[in-house]
């Protein structure tokens, strides 16, 4: 079947700029990253089918069909046809022949290359193209996210553990895993951010929380902020030092230590991310990451406006 099958068809950053710059006439642009990816910068004219649980399962049982996804949001008319060229563009994917077969985007391609004429991936994804031709994206990325732009959390030099607060240490695998270090900087908690890297045989059940997140551009991780906060909280309170770490140190872990800063420190995402990067510059949270903690950060606003309404409405009440 068609739309089992890969494209092969690869279009480099410096051709679609070329369509683009000509007009792209008949040409379709698919952005397959997440929603707040895409609201804060993405291709010019591009439209956005993303990269969901749900919208994964709907095209898999056949649910959905493309045109259903791309037409709302296009300024064209989308019709299955012969004729009709398709560029998909993820965050930074260069070789479709190393996708999973059940990833979001291997079934996308699969769908669009069963329907349309020529279905090419853009090689390095929306990453490498923004960075050649700014120019030529569109949309309001958030102060933080320029300097942020990261791949799933690859590993780095080691650097040992960071205290970002004096309760609060952010590391890697390797660092929780050495007992000797761990000692040393008296860390008897641990709040592991990822499905894979183990629990320390040293480190009792009752001081160890794993939160099951991956690395990559559609992990929710804003649902386990509040739980993460109270664990660190439980140490400190316990006056214990615990380590937030994923693999490396740098994105999922550095994420939940930038919305603890955020909570117990009342700081924006803006302000907390460079408190936590001026103490361990590695961190490089995601984008998708990023949009969450600015979700976060509404949150957090608006139970601060809730908490001061109410608190208005008790003085009123006890004057009465």
């Known amino acids: 079947m068609a739309g089992d099958r890969l494209p092969r068809k690869v279009m480099d950053p410096k ?4 369509l683009l710059r000509n007009g792209a006439e008949g040409t379709l642009v698919i952005d397959s990253r997440s929603f707040v990816e895409y609201n804060s910068w993405h291709v010019l ?11 994964k399962r709907r095209l898999q049982q056949d649910k959905v069909s493309i045109t259903e996804l791309i037409q709302p949001a296009s300024k064209m008319k ?27 985007l291997s079934i996308l391609l699969g769908k669009l290359d069963s329907c349309f004429h020529s279905v090419s991936i853009l090689t390095g994804g929306f990453a490498t193209f923004s960075s050649c031709f700014p120019g030529l994206c569109e949309g309001k990325p ?18 040992g553990p960071t205290r970002i607060l004096p309760h609060l240490y952010l590391g890697s695998q390797k660092d929780v ?45 804003l649902p386990w902020l509040d739980k993460s906060i109270e664990f660190i909280d439980k140490a400190k309170v316990s006056s214990c030092q ?57 949150s957090l ?10 608190d208005r409405v008790e003085g009123d009440t006890q004057q009465d």
């Open 15 to 18: 051709k679609l700029a070329s």
């Open 45 to 55: 004219s591009s439209v956005n089918i993303c990269c969901s649980k749900l919208v």
């Open 78 to 104: 989308v019709e299955a046809e012969e004729h009709q060229d398709v560029v998909v563009y993820d965050q930074s994917t260069r070789d479709v022949a190393g996708l999973a077969a059940d990833s979001f």
């Open 142 to 159: 958030a102060a933080i996210l320029p300097m942020s732009i990261s791949q799933p959390c690859l590993p780095v030099a080691n650097v």
């Open 177 to 221: 895993l050495n007992k000797d270090l761990m000692t040393q900087n008296g860390i008897s908690y641990v709040l592991n951010a990822s499905n894979s890297c183990p629990k320390p045989d040293f480190i009792c059940d009752s001081h160890f929380m794993r939160i099951p997140v991956n690395d990559n551009y559609c992990e929710k991780l």
């Open 242 to 298: 615990v380590i937030v770490h994923c693999l490396a140190g740098i994105s999922r872990s550095a994420t939940i230590a930038i919305a603890y800063i955020m909570k117990t420190m009342g700081m924006s995402s803006d302000d907390a991310y460079r408190f936590v990067k001026d103490r361990r510059p590695s961190i490089s949270p995601n984008f998708n990451f990023l949009g969450q903690l600015l979700e976060y950060e509404r």
């Open 301 to 310: 606003k608006l139970l601060k406006a809730l908490k001061s309404k109410g």
